[in-house]
């Protein structure tokens, strides 16, 4: 089976574009996770999606934001990007199952954003 | 608040001996879940080992096993017969606070293991 799925690989923008990420869970998954990672830092939770509606959100700017579309597959969108917006974007989904329970999640190879 | 702290940015091990990795969590939440996830220098998150706060025996998969003591609030990481494979970075996360949820997980700093040949 194929593992959860990003795209692009890299990416490289100006200050005050806007970027598209997209991310495809493992199938049968229905919650979507998205996680920032600066280098030389753990990844910060940005988004939870489980059955295409919002069940988190992290301590990020409304300038991120983010769906979930009806094959679970999900888009993070960031506008008017910044030089700390620089960072490998994470996507992670997990096994069907309540919104919340304490399963493991399956990592995408994530998008590395590179604004300049 | 919540805090997840790892205080060793590097480590070295020889191949074939054990290491531990070092993590300390500071949580509110009555119940939670302690989880390792390893990075190799690709990107991808590949989770380790989990164990639940009350879970009465340490968790074990394979070489990895979780060294849990409540009462300090540690949950150290113990990698047995180290391979050159496991040099990575190791993280320690939790899940965040008041979401009871795995898929909302607030991540340490990390620690980068080097296997020595």
């Known amino acids: 089976d194929a593992g959860v799925t990003q795209s692009p690989t890299h990416l490289i923008k100006t200050r005050g574009q806007h970027v598209t990420l997209r991310c495809s869970p493992i199938s049968g998954h229905k919650s979507v996770s998205w996680y920032q990672q600066v280098l030389g830092q753990g990844p910060q939770f940005i988004f939870q999606?489980?059955?295409?509606?919002?069940?988190g959100r992290g301590n990020f700017p409304d300038r991120f934001s983010a769906r979930q579309f009806p094959n679970y597959s999900s888009e993070l969108n960031v506008n008017a990007l910044l030089l700390g917006d620089s960072a490998l974007y994470l996507c992670?989904?997990?096994?069907?199952?309540?919104?919340?329970?304490?399963?493991?999640?399956?990592f995408g190879p994530g998008t590395r954003l590179t604004v300049t | 608040a919540q805090k997840i702290t790892q205080t060793q940015p590097g480590m070295f091990v020889q191949e074939k001996e054990a290491v531990t990795l070092d993590c300390t969590y500071d949580?509110?939440?009555?119940?939670?879940?302690l989880f390792w996830y390893k990075q190799p220098s690709s990107g991808e998150m590949i989770f380790l080992i989990y164990q639940g706060s009350y879970d009465q025996q340490n968790a074990t998969e394979g070489r990895y096993s979780l060294n849990f003591q409540k009462a300090r609030k540690s949950a150290n990481l113990v990698i047995s017969a180290s391979q050159l494979g496991d040099s990575a970075m190791y993280f320690c996360a939790i899940p965040a606070l008041s979401s009871g949820s795995a898929r909302q997980l607030t991540f340490g700093s990390g620690t980068q293991l080097t296997v020595l040949p």
């Open positions: 949580t509110s939440d009555p119940s939670y879940g």
């Open positions: 999606y489980y059955e295409k509606e919002e069940r």
């Open positions: 992670a989904s997990s096994r069907p199952g309540t919104s919340g329970g304490l399963y493991e999640q399956y």
